[in-house]
Every structure is written in structure tokens, then in C-alpha cells.
């Protein structure tokens, strides 16, 4: 588990991937920190696990799919009759 989520979009398979290394290199650089990441060779889906943080950057179709923005959604209340 992980205190703080972020989800984050790349436009193709090589920003995805930019998007992942740049951040590795400047928690890297800032913070000393040397975080796993998960899925950068494909560039779909990378996940970034730094700890306290967990980092999602997704192509738009990926994102679209997997909606993980809906966890948090409010669930749909029933009408008052």
C-alpha cells in the first residue's frame, strides 16, 4: 500500500517511457531515492513504486481501460422515493 497515488497520461509508447525515466532520474538526483519500476520496456503502463508514492503513467487507451480513477468514485445512490 502507498500513501499517495498519482495517474498521469503519455500521448505513445515512447513519452510513456520518457515520462517514467525522467521521473526515475529526479528522484534519483532530488531525493536519493532509487524507485522499482514496472512495464517501461513496453511503454503501455509503467508503474513507478517509490514507497510512500505510487506513480501510474499510462498510454490513453490503457487509462481508458483500466479507469482507475473509478476506486475513488463516489458509488451511485439510489433514488429517494
Known amino acids: 500500500m ?8 503519455g500521448r505513445s509508447t515512447r513519452q510513456v517511457a520518457a515520462i ?4 526515475l532520474d529526479r528522484l534519483k538526483e532530488a531525493f536519493r531515492l532509487t524507485a522499482r519500476a514496472e512495464g ?3 511503454g503501455d503502463w509503467v508503474l513507478i ?30 433514488p429517494v422515493a
Not at 513504486?49 to 490513453?60: M, Y
Open 49 to 78: 513504486d517509490t514507497g510512500d508514492v505510487v506513480v501510474h503513467i499510462f498510454r490513453p487507451e490503457v487509462r481508458e481501460f483500466y479507469q482507475l480513477e473509478k476506486m475513488w468514485q463516489e458509488p451511485a445512490r439510489p
Open 20 to 23: 517514467a525515466q525522467k521521473l
Open 2 to 9: 502507498a500513501d499517495h497515488m498519482v495517474i498521469c497520461s
Open 40 to 42: 517501461k520496456d513496453v
